[in-house]
């Protein structure tokens, strides 16, 4: 519930739209109420002789006099009959029935219109504060660390920002619409049928609102099993996927009848579900009708009494009377479902604030510095890490000291902690022991912002953004001259594909625009880092299989960027590893071994000896 009242706390900066909605609500209703009213002078044009007309009047006015309403609204309301009846009223019975038409369709015609209204500014309210969510949710997003976005929760974090955002947005019409629409309309119709005849409100107010709980809980019955099913039919569809992708496996291991089990098992409880509902859906409507008749049939029954026997009501006015109370119906009915509403929003706004709620664990602390240049050395003092949600220590007290312009190679098995050391240096994690100190000080103490904007990150998944290639490799950087771009493309050996494509430099390209190789891909996001021109390097080398002439040039690439810089890299090019100053050979998060190609390759029982043979040796450099 909580999380409720927070949704609607992002209403507030909207206030006078609300107002104005409420304004138009409440005008809304009563014209609402005024368009049913007018049925009744309209049925006795039609039905009587205009002199009765006075009568009927006098008579509602007499009625509602022995209700229960305050004087004010009597004498109010009187004041309006009469008017009513001077100016509508009089004239001969055609003149009346074109002044009740004209009357009835400017009520309808302004009821319309403050609906038109309503709706608008309660739609405003709804996307202006749901826009202001997702932004503030996504602005959070940027503050959580990396370890936030494993793939398995790409899905489910687009699915909080899509869906979850629209139930939200629901609730928020809900509560106003709802909350306040409904109601009002209710209060007006039910004042309406008790200055017709307070004796057959009470009489139908009893019954009414019983049978409308009924038609809502089945209206909500309906939408849980519907989401049920909705379940059940995704765990048919992940079987599905699950036998298909893992088709050799459930063949090589003779699985076939077990899997066929598996999903007659679940097909069969699908069916189940959809019998159920449609036994409720189908099942509905008639209730639906079948209620709404006895309830009209019971009032017609008693309302007829009244009219007939105990004169206390004409026809016209137990006419209108009817028309009031079966407008009611709707509003009720969806006052019934407005808690489920309110509570699935709730369920969903959890999920939402779930993000914005995470403390980002890495950003600058109160006493942070800002690194104004890189001069020295980077120091490894005893590193450990171990990811949160992990058992053992990925790194294993990693010392080593880089120093300014040295390259550094890391080697070493699959799931040596390569990629985990490196993502340590931006502080995309913090180390769990120990420290990193850059030029002497630690990066904890230094401001997030300046300790990146020193470095350059190449990655294997080269990522493009779905803009122009100008604006790919200037990537963060706002203003920057066309000709500093192209000198980049140049030496990152970008310059001649760029030049060939359809718009040159403003060809736009990414996951809409003009498909580009690996090696193309490659070459950009390398142009993107010689633009940026950061002190640090952090690459992690592609293994992807490039053809020769793409391999060479991203190759030459790679060595202009690493020239005059310290750099990182996660080596799996001979070319590279013997460039190197220095390499580490990660095993299970410890440094095994270390120093230059030639020392490492002279200790013949290393394991740099036997990695370099299995995996260099087929390599061309
Ligand atoms: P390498 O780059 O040498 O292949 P990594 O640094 O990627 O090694 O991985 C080292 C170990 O850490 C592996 O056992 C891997 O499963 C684990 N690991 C990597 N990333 C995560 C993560 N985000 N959460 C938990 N464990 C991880």
């Avoid at 006098?58 to 022995?66: A, D, G, H, V």
């Avoid at 409880?269 to 639906?288: G, Q």
């Amino acid at each position: 519930m909580n999380s409720y009242y927070r949704i609607l706390s992002y209403t507030k900066p909207y206030w006078k739209h609300i107002g104005l909605t409420f304004v138009f609500t409440i005008l809304f209703a009563i014209l609402n109420g005024v368009s049913v009213y007018l049925t009744i002078p309209l049925l006795d044009t039609l039905f009587q002789d205009p002199a009765s007309n006075q009568n009927i009047s006098q008579t509602s006015s007499i009625t509602s006099s022995s209700s229960f309403l305050p004087d004010w609204i009597i004498s109010i309301k009187d004041d309006i009959v009469n008017t009513f009846n001077t100016y509508i009223l009089t004239g001969d019975k055609i003149e009346i029935l074109i002044k009740i038409c004209s009357v009835i369709l400017v009520a309808f015609l302004l009821k319309n219109f403050f609906s038109y209204m309503q709706s608008y500014f309660m739609a405003y309210v709804e996307f202006a504060s749901m826009k202001d969510l997702r932004d503030d949710a996504y602005k959070h997003l940027h503050k959580l660390p990396i370890g936030y976005f494993k793939s398995e929760r790409v899905g489910n974090l687009i699915s909080r920002f899509t869906n979850d955002v629209n139930i939200v947005q629901s609730s928020i019409s809900a509560t106003f619409s709802n909350l306040i629409k409904e109601p009002l309309t209710i209060i007006v119709f039910l004042a309406i049928t008790i200055s017709i005849s307070w004796r057959l409100s009470l009489f139908a107010f009893i019954i009414v609102p019983a049978a409308s709980l009924i038609i809502a809980w089945i209206g909500n019955r309906l939408k849980k099993l519907t989401v049920v099913l909705q379940t059940k039919l995704a765990e048919i569809t992940s079987i599905l996927q699950e036998t298909i992708s893992g088709v050799k496996i459930v063949k090589a291991f003779g699985m076939e009848e077990f899997e066929n089990e598996r999903f007659k098992r679940e097909t069969k409880n699908y069916f189940k579900m959809v019998l159920r509902t449609v036994r409720t859906r189908n099942l509905s409507s008639p209730i639906t009708e079948i209620l709404s008749i006895i309830i009209g049939v019971v009032i017609i029954y008693y309302g007829g009494i009244l009219v007939l026997v105990d004169k206390s009501l004409n026809a016209s006015q137990f006419l209108g009377f009817l028309f009031a109370i079966f407008q009611m119906m709707p509003p009720i009915k969806e006052l019934g479902s407005v808690n489920n509403r309110i509570q699935e929003a709730s369920a969903a706004a959890d999920r939402i604030f779930e993000i914005i709620d995470t403390e980002p664990h890495i950003k600058n602390a109160p006493d942070a510095v800002t690194l104004n240049e890189f001069k020295e050395d980077i120091v490894f003092d005893n590193v450990s890490f171990k990811y949160s949600d992990g058992e053992v220590n990925v790194l294993d007290n990693v010392s080593f000291t880089v120093k300014r312009g040295e390259i550094i190679a890391l080697v070493g098995p699959s799931g040596g902690g390569k990629s985990t050391l490196a993502d340590l240096i931006p502080r995309f994690y913090d180390p769990t022991d120990g420290s990193i100190l850059i030029d002497g000080i630690n990066l904890k103490h230094l401001t997030v912002e300046s300790l990146r904007s020193k470095m350059g990150i190449v990655t294997q998944e080269t990522f493009l953004f779905n803009t122009t290639v100008a604006e790919n490799i200037a990537y963060g950087l706002t203003d920057y001259p066309m000709e500093k771009i192209i000198e980049a493309a140049k030496t990152a050996n970008a310059h001649n594909f760029i030049s060939e494509m359809p718009q040159g430099y403003e060809t736009v390209i990414g996951e809409r625009g003009v498909k580009l190789s690996g090696g193309q891909r490659q070459r950009l996001t390398i142009a993107r880092a010689l633009l940026k021109d950061p002190s640090i390097m952090i690459f992690d080398e592609a293994t992807s299989a490039l053809d020769n002439e793409s391999e060479i040039l991203v190759q030459e690439a790679i060595e202009r960027l690493m020239l005059n810089r310290t750099t990182f890299v996660i080596a799996h090019r001979l070319s590279t590893i013997r460039n190197a100053t220095n390499i580490l050979v990660l095993d299970r998060g410890r440094i095994i071994q270390r120093g230059t190609h030639e020392e490492l390759i002279a200790e013949e029982k290393g394991l740099y000896k036997k990695l370099f043979e299995m995996q260099f040796r087929d390599n061309n450099d």
